[in-house]
């Protein structure tokens, strides 16, 4: 994997302008802050960020995928002003779940997520480097 930065922009903090991969591409569908039974344990924001990063985690695991494939994240929000008041907490859980790896991002404000009680979904795109080998 290599990140893109062109010469002269400012180093983004927290996310990677771009990313070039090659490998096997492996595409995560948005996952919300519930368990693996579909129930919520908190309403937090923060807190749902760490349930969903853990859920994606564990579907990148079927693949034989790690967190620093991770190449692409996109997060849904409900309210930008509360994920950047979460900010601290969204990134001590960041680094515990993904470690110091920071792909490409994009966060965008939505008026809804299908769940009612989702306050944030974010879906992964990741390229495991070398021939697919996990349930083949």
């Known amino acids: 994997m290599k990140i893109l930065q062109p010469p ?10 771009g990313v070039a991969a090659r ?3 492996v595409y995560v ?12 344990h908190t309403d937090d924001f923060a807190g749902q960020t760490r349930q969903a990063l853990q859920n994606i985690v ?5 693949a034989g995928a790690r967190p620093e494939h991770i190449v692409r994240m ?4 409900l309210d930008k002003r509360e994920y950047v008041a979460a900010w601290p907490d969204i990134g ?9 790896h920071y792909p490409a991002m ?3 404000q939505v008026a809804g997520l299908i769940e009612d009680r989702a306050r944030v979904e974010i ?13 083949e």
């Open 23 to 25: 490998g096997t591409t």
């Open 8 to 17: 002269g922009w400012p180093r983004p903090r927290g996310y990677a302008n």
């Open 29 to 40: 569908s948005g996952m919300i802050g519930w368990d693996s039974q579909g129930q919520f």
């Open 58 to 62: 564990a579907v990148l695991a079927e």
């Open 123 to 135: 879906e992964v795109t990741a390229v495991v480097p070398g021939p697919y080998s996990a349930g």
């Open 106 to 108: 994009t966060a965008v």
């Open 92 to 100: 001590r859980a960041y680094r515990d779940i993904i470690g110091a």
């Open 74 to 77: 996109t997060w849904y929000v």
